[in-house]
């Protein structure tokens, strides 16, 4: 089995749990902080400029979005959490709606969660992180920006997040960079695994 990822399509957004698509597909859930690239991600995934809205403004992203790979798998895009310009109200409904997404009974085969590069993890990443661990969740970190840094400064920061979240195992670490294209490829061969396919010629 091959999975085109050219073949992505926008499918919809959820405010709440009960407005999802049914979980009749295998989900790769996107996670992070606003403005860490998630978006971003997933139009490179797809090759497609334009089918995730990206922003200079951070929180653009405040439902749920949901896309569909090849009538193979949904890819989800949770919403950003930690951006400064909503009301406490309005961060904590984001919050709880990307945590009940996870609890809930949803097929889930992998949480790809996204941290910038050059950032230390925060509060909520540690918490997100140790609850992946704790969950039996397959995860991914994925390391953004890396355009921002050199190769070198990259794969040393890669190993200071590691050590810092203590994860021994490094190759659960990707390296992307959007703007330059890098990495882009092995996370859909991440992704296609998961659901036993191959990625098939863009
Ligand atoms: N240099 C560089 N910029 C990037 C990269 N990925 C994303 N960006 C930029 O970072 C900004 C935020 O990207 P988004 O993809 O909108 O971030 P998001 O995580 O979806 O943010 P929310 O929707 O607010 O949760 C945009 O200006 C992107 O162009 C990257 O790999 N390199
Ligand atoms: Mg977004």
Known sequence: MAINFRQTKFIGV????????????PEIVMSGRSNVGKSSLINALAGHNKLAKTSQTPGKTRL?????????????????????????????????????????????????????????????????????????????IVLTKIDKLSRLQALKRRQEI???????????????????????????ELIAARIGAEVADM
Not at 14 to 25: F, I, R, S, T, V
Not at 67 to 75: G, I, M, Y
Not at 169 to 188: A, C, F, P, W, Y
Request: charged share 20%; glycine share 4%; aromatic share 8%.
């Open 64 to 140: 749920v979005i949901y896309f569909n790979v090849d009538n193979q798998l949904l890819l989800t895009d949770l919403p950003g959490y930690g951006f400064a310009k909503v009301s406490q109200s309005e961060k904590e409904r984001f919050s709880k709606l990307a945590d009940q997404y996870l609890q809930s009974k949803r097929p889930i085969q992998m949480v790809l969660h996204l941290l910038d590069v050059r950032h230390k993890p925060n509060q909520h990443d540690i918490q997100m992180i140790a609850w992946l661990v704790e969950s039996g969740l397959p995860w991914q």
């Open 14 to 25: 959820a405010a709440k749990l009960d407005q999802c698509p049914p979980p009749d597909l």
């Open 162 to 188: 590691a050590d810092f979240l203590g994860i021994d195992d490094l190759s659960h670490l990707n390296l992307v960079s959007i703007t330059k294209k890098q990495g882009i490829t092995e996370l859909r």
